[in-house]
């Protein structure tokens, strides 16, 4: 009976992502990747494209998940160039994951002009949403000195606040 009832809800959600519903892309793309059985380069292949749809419908999930599966999918090889691109487009609706993400392509030079100024003011922006990576990264970039001065105060403020949040890499440095 149960499976009956995924079944049957599964076909709606394929019946939706069919009439370009956005969100029923998304999830569908999701049930796919969450489903080990039936990871194949098919399903793959037919998860980035559901990816697509939602992501240029304006689906900020789907941006930073295409950013995701062209940076590190084990899938295929990475293609920094249109990660930044779709990592950039959730990033600038808000996204903190994705601003993470943007950062660090700025800061490595991934898809885009290396620039630590730039990367520190993405790394902030996901901070401000409480982001414990960004916030651990901006502590480093005080140690470091990269896109602002050296500041070993600052560091330890950064790194405390990234640890009190759960960012385990902090938490020997706070």
């Known amino acids: 009976m149960d499976n009956n009832r995924e079944s ?3 076909k ?18 999701r049930l796919f990747e969450s489903d080990p059985e039936s990871i194949s380069p ?41 990660a930044f691109g779709w990592f950039e487009q959730a990033a600038n609706k808000g996204h ?3 601003q993470y993400e943007l950062g660090k392509c700025y800061a490595a030079g991934d898809g885009v002009e290396r620039d630590q100024v730039i990367a520190l003011d993405w790394y902030r922006r996901a901070a401000k949403q409480r ?10 970039c005080y140690v470091n000195g990269q896109g602002v001065t050296k500041d070993l105060v600052n560091a330890q403020t950064w790194f405390r606040s990234a640890a009190k949040h ?8 706070a």
């Open 166 to 173: 759960g960012y385990v890499l902090a938490v020997c440095r």
């Open 42 to 82: 098919i399903t793959i292949a037919e998860s980035i494209q559901l990816y697509h749809k939602a992501a240029a419908q304006g689906h900020i999930e789907a941006q930073y998940e295409l950013g995701c599966y062209y940076a590190h999918s084990k899938f295929m090889q990475p293609e920094m160039n249109e």
């Open 12 to 29: 709606k959600l394929r019946a939706a992502a069919e009439r370009g519903d956005a969100e029923a892309q998304f999830q569908l793309a």
């Open 96 to 98: 903190a994951k994705a």
């Open 131 to 140: 982001h414990e990576a960004a916030e651990y990264q901006i502590g480093c």
């Open 8 to 10: 049957n809800e599964n």
